[in-house]
């Protein structure tokens, strides 16, 4: 069968999903997907809200009957393709789908850790009773997967001490190697013809070549990225170093739990750790002038004052503690990963003795610790080089790979420049359901009242669409701002990021009438609010990067040394992509009906305002308050 005969009005689709309806933009996008595996071609699809585009890439992917590779951004929509939209998708299909989902190893329970806490009796009374309800779980599971306990919370302290990362796992060496959660998973993965998998996962085994998919990449035929805006986010990180104070503590806490291995020596091994984390508090303590600052600038941290010698004084100490863990290492296999591990940290550690010209370093100091990094500016050229002994399909799709209808600012990240790239607009009717508010605030975004003005024009709007809003931030402190002025608020039910899990305030959200959510950069996307329970979308500023971070300073030196400039050429598309998924949480359904409010008035005074409404969908643009509270006040009449 083709495809045509899963997408038209009396096709399998159409029999089998309960509100299927065709839309041409689908079928579009599934005959691209289905021509790139046909010629193993690389495809990017932009693929408005509503296109379907999950489907779009499925239906042909399995019918090809190749070993297919899913990726997505986030662990939430790997658990929603493959419990969700996979089952209602098995019954259109002929043949049962032999489907399996892989996490990273975080996410699997480690049988071992879990005995080693077990035996410890520091657990707090909260943390005691967790480590019961793991404990009963863990001889019940199948899986492994600790998204299985829902009575734990996962900020739950306990679970980096239960699961194992890639560097103190032990791999073959370890007593409960042939029950481990994680190689069952793996196994299950590579007997599979569809894997959904997370763009973490796929980068770790890209580059690392350790995250211990084995055979599975390399016998993959087709890889599909959904989401794959975020993989110019999530790659710098793998093809970058970097070490934090938590990778120490992590690291002396588990020789702790060697100490009957290693005690012979009176205790030389735990004098020397104890001293590595002496020095660690004080270079800690020399850059405390930087907590809570976001990324700063490596070369501009070693200017100060002891900090360079008190790098330094780390650095020996931990190479010291290398040196006297060396004759343990054979002891045990816990010995053995711990001393991997501190080489690995002191290769890290030794990287940032000086200053790199290669690549952009940083530090982040925060209350509990501080992290080193350091990443490539470009990432095309790396990235290009991993996949390149992958002779097969490649296929990226999302709602926003496009700015001003061009994809050459996404292409470019990736080194994508022979991509076939298709466009399926959203066949939502925008005109009809949204209406885009441009206020002309008399203000500018830097002045200091900018919120307050945002917040009490806000109100207005609040009260025609009785609450059902989110009102989404550029930065912490306009969240924080804004959240003191509403906090006294009895008209409203105010939900603010940071108050609570964000899957507790969505929920709260939608079952609480006359709510309003204040959140930053976590809730412009990956958040799915069907119907007028959310009506009203009101962004403070464009989402313009911040000009402080080291790599986006960088980058655009980069840019200017070759004769570009870097605010059009990259800023700018970057904003774009940045608020159509801000202004994409809107309209979700066909029946939909809402109002974006912009509030930044550079959207109208400054010349490239234009570039930012051209790539927005087409709703009916509106600069006066009137109409807009009259639509807001005709949902809400409807609705009741």
């Known amino acids: 069968m083709s495809v045509e005969d899963y997408f038209s009005p009396e096709g399998r689709l159409a029999e089998s999903v309960n509100g299927f309806k065709q839309r041409p933009q689908q079928l579009e996008m599934a005959r691209a997907v289905e021509e790139a595996i046909d010629h193993n071609g690389t495809l990017v699809v932009e693929a408005g809200t509503g296109v379907g585009k999950t489907f779009a890439y499925l239906i042909p992917a399995i019918l090809s009957a190749l ?13 929603q393709l493959f419990y969700t939209d996979l089952p209602a998708l098995q019954k259109a299909l002929p043949v049962p789908v032999d489907a399996a989902i892989l996490k990273g190893r975080a996410n699997y329970l480690c049988l071992y850790r879990l005995k080693q806490v077990q035996q410890t009796t520091e657990e707090s009374a909260r943390d005691y009773r967790d480590l019961l309800e793991i404990g009963d779980w863990s001889k019940l599971t199948q899986t492994g997967d600790i998204a299985e306990v829902n009575k734990v919370t996962e900020r739950s302290m306990l679970w980096s001490q239960v699961t194992s990362t890639r560097e103190n796992c032990l791999g073959s060496d370890c007593p409960d190697f042939k029950q481990c959660h994680v190689l069952k998973a793996r196994k299950r993965a590579q007997d599979a013809n ?7 996962l796929l980068c770790a085994d890209l580059v690392l070549k350790d995250e211990g998919f084995g055979e599975l990449l390399p016998t993959a035929d087709v890889f599909v990225l959904d989401e794959a805006h975020q993989l110019t986010d999530v790659l710098p990180n793998f093809f970058g170093t970097g070490m934090s104070s938590r990778q120490l503590n992590d690291l002396v806490t588990d020789l702790s739990k060697e100490g009957k291995a290693i005690s012979a020596d009176g205790g030389a091994v735990a004098k020397t750790y104890y001293a590595l984390l ?18 700063v600038l490596w070369a501009k941290v070693l200017d100060q004052p002891k900090v360079a010698d008190r790098f330094q004084a780390l650095l020996e100490k931990s190479l010291e503690l290398e040196e006297v863990l060396m004759s343990y290492a054979a002891d045990s296999p816990g010995l053995t990963q711990c001393y991997k591990r501190l080489m690995t940290i002191n290769g890290n550690l030794d990287e940032f003795s000086q200053v790199s010209r290669k690549s952009v370093q940083w530090l982040e100091s925060g209350r509990r610790g501080f992290r080193l990094g350091s990443v490539p500016l470009d990432v095309s050229v790396p990235f290009q080089r991993a996949i390149q002994d992958y002779d097969c399909t490649w296929i990226y799709t999302s709602a926003t790979l496009t700015a001003n209808k061009s994809f050459h600012h996404f292409t470019r990240q990736l080194g994508l420049d022979d991509a076939e790239c298709v466009l399926c607009d959203s066949p939502f009717d925008y ?6 508010f441009l206020p002309q605030l008399p203000m500018q975004p830097n002045d200091e009242g900018y919120t307050d003005a945002v917040i009490a024009l806000s109100r207005r709007l609040l009260q025609a669409s009785e609450g059902n809003a989110f009102i989404l931030f550029t930065s912490h402190r306009a969240l924080k701002r804004a959240a003191s002025l509403l906090k006294n608020d009895t008209e409203f039910h105010v939900l603010v990021q940071g108050t609570a899990a964000k899957r507790e305030l969505l929920k709260e959200f939608q079952s609480r009438k006359r709510s309003v959510l204040l ?7 990956g958040v799915d609010v069907k119907g007028d329970g959310l009506c009203l979308v009101i962004i403070d500023k464009l989402p313009f990067m911040s000009p402080s ?5 960088a980058r655009s030196r980069a840019l200017e040394e070759a004769g570009e400039n870097p605010f059009t050429s990259f800023q700018i598309p970057q904003a774009i992509l940045n608020l159509k998924q801000g202004v994409g949480r809107l309209i979700r359904g066909e029946r939909d009906r809402g109002v974006v409010v912009l509030m930044d008035p550079r959207i109208k ?18 600069d006066q308050p009137g109409p807009v509270i009259e639509f807001l006040e005709t949902i809400q009449s409807e609705r009741k």
């Open 605 to 622: 005074t400054k010349g490239y305002g234009k570039s930012f409404i051209s790539s927005l969908p087409a709703m009916t643009v509106c």
């Open 519 to 525: 959140g930053t950069q976590s809730f412009w996307e």
């Open 67 to 79: 070993k297919v590779v899913v990726s997505t951004g986030t662990r939430h929509l790997q658990d």
């Open 549 to 553: 971070d080291p790599l986006i300073q």
């Open 431 to 436: 005109p009809k359901q949204a209406r885009l």
């Open 194 to 200: 569809l894997v959904v998998i997370n763009h973490h």
């Open 278 to 295: 002496e020095r660690m508090e004080q270079f800690y303590a020399s850059v405390a002038k930087f907590a809570g600052e976001p990324k």
